[in-house]
T-cell receptor, first 112, second 111 residues
Framework: EAGVVQSPRYKIIEKKQPVAFWCNPISGHNTLYWYLQNLGQGPELLIRYENEEAVDDSQLPKDRFSAERLKGVDSTLKIQPAELGDSAVYLC??????????FGEGSRLTVL | DQQVKQNSPSLSVQEGRISILNCDYTNSMFDYFLWYKKYPAEGPTFLISISSIKDKNEDGRFTVFLNKSAKHLSLHIVPSQPGDSAVYFCAAQDSSYKLIFGSGTRLLVRP
């Protein structure tokens, strides 16, 4: 069974540019999460989806971050415009209901 | 305000000895606790969990202990192996099923 797939693995952009990350969860997992992990820190939840509905986006900086999961399967996280402080690893995870989270390998963003 | 704290950023132990990783939390409403393991350039993987109604859960070489009165949990690895070298994250789940992670402890098991 395929795990959580994320792309790109690495992205380098200049500040003020847009960037998008894609996540395909494990088949059948209805809950999808985007986490942010800064260097030396634990993952912090940005947004959680149950199917196509965002049930917790309280930590998502909505002025520059957006996310969608239109058909309740794969998801895209966008940052526009990117700032230097956005350099981090963006992790996607999925789960069956509220069970164990399965993480992807992450997308490492560097903003110059 | 960190609700889940891992106060030791790193730990080094000899192969074959016990590794003890500690985690403290502040929210008494947390009802489920998990440990995740992370290798470099990979996402975290689930290791072991414990419900707040228990005080111990064991899975092979890994045992998690929960002390609710002290709001403290620990992960014991016995015996430690070089392949256990990784970053270990403690996480706590609240009533809305939100997972809150600690900052991690980097374990190095020396051969």
């Amino acid at each position: 069974e395929a795990g959580v797939v994320q792309s790109p693995r690495y992205k380098i952009i200049e500040k003020k540019q847009p960037v998008a990350f894609w996540c395909n969860p494990i088949s059948g997992h209805n809950t999808l999460y985007w986490y942010l992990q800064n260097l030396g820190q634990g993952p912090e939840l940005l947004i959680r989806y149950e199917n196509e509905e965002a049930v917790d986006d309280s930590q998502l900086p909505k002025d520059r971050f957006s996310a969608e999961r239109l058909k309740g399967v794969d998801s895209t996280l966008k940052i526009q415009p990117a700032e230097l402080g956005d350099s981090a690893v963006y992790l996607c995870a999925s789960s069956l209901e509220y069970g164990e989270l399965f993480f992807g390998e992450g997308s490492r963003l560097t903003v110059l | 305000d960190q609700q889940v704290k891992q106060n030791s950023p790193s730990l080094s132990v000899q192969e074959g000895r016990i590794s003890i990783l500690n985690c403290d939390y502040t929210n008494s409403m947390f009802d489920y606790f998990l440990w995740y393991k992370k290798y470099p350039a990979e996402g975290p993987t689930f290791l072991i969990s414990i419900s707040s109604i228990k005080d111990k859960n064991e899975d092979g070489r890994f045992t998690v202990f929960l002390n609710k009165s002290a709001k403290h949990l620990s992960l014991h690895i016995v015996p430690s192996q070089p392949g256990d070298s990784a970053v270990y994250f403690c996480a706590a789940q609240d009533s809305s099923y939100k997972l809150i992670f600690g900052s991690g402890t980097r374990l190095l098991v020396r051969p």
